[in-house]
Nanobody, 123 residues
């Protein structure tokens, strides 16, 4: 029903910025809530940000609020994550995720996932 492909990861110095992109191939019409979730080595998956289908409402995890911004372009089937003031703790694999319905602030609330893009923040 939905395929997600992330891009934009890489190595960035602490304090720098990076923008991740997620291209969605949607085969089934729906009201797709989108999210970014990350997984750092040795840690559990962490909810980062979510956005409703309309784009009017966004949600952020406490660790990134004020530094990261999620946005979407439904005409292009794209979702973005602008990351500013990056810290070493932001190093992780970042996944784009989706579900047909309500945006939630838990990683388990999404049933479609991309393969992830790696972000490394150098100290």
């Amino acid at each position: 029903q939905l395929q997600l492909v992330e891009s934009g990861g890489g190595v960035v110095p602490a304090g720098g910025s990076l923008e991740l992109s997620c291209a969605a191939s949607i085969r089934t019409r729906g009201s797709w809530a989108m999210a970014w979730i990350r997984e750092a080595p040795g840690k559990e998956r962490e909810f980062i940000a979510a956005i409703t289908w309309s784009g009017f409402t966004t949600y952020y995890g406490a660790s990134v609020k004020g530094r990261f911004t999620i946005s979407r372009d439904n005409e292009k089937n794209m979702v973005y994550l602008q990351m500013n003031s990056l810290k070493a703790d932001d190093t992780a694999v970042y996944y784009c995720a989706a579900q047909d319905g309500t945006a939630t602030m838990t990683a388990g609330g999404y049933n479609y996932w991309g393969k992830g893009t790696r972000v490394t923040v150098s100290a």
